[in-house]
């Protein structure tokens, strides 16, 4: 088992920048498919980014394709998730994922969540 905790969340003006980083615990971390997922006030969850256990393969949204990146650190159990040119639109609780194989649906392992508000 694993657990998820997200930050680097707030408040940011549109076009701006943030990373949210999501640490986990457990030594089995390298091992794990970690994602992110958002989900906006009155819509349902919705796959935000994936990378592979190695980093070698990385998926996006076409929403966020060219704005958002995720990368991760094995050696400090972090995964991150950097977001540039934010739009309102972007504006949601943010979860990290976390599972043994990918799937766009979720894993069975989730964050609590951290809040990202981009203002126009």
């Known amino acids: 088992q694993v657990q998820l905790v997200e930050s680097g969340g707030g408040l940011v003006q549109h076009g701006g920048s943030l990373r949210l980083s999501c640490a986990a615990s457990g030594r089995t971390f390298s091992s794990y498919v970690m994602g992110w997922f958002r989900e906006a006030p009155g819509k349902e969850r919705e796959f935000v980014a994936a990378i592979s256990w190695s980093g070698g393969s990385t998926f996006y949204a076409d929403s966020v394709k060219g704005r958002f990146t995720i990368s991760r650190d094995n050696a400090k159990n972090t995964v991150y998730l950097q977001m540039n040119s934010l739009k309102p639109e972007d504006t949601a609780v943010y979860y990290c994922?976390?599972?043994?194989?990918?799937?766009?649906?979720?894993?069975?392992?989730w964050g609590k969540g951290t809040l990202v508000t981009v203002s126009s």
């Open positions: 994922n976390a599972g043994e194989s990918p799937n766009y649906s979720g894993m069975p392992y």
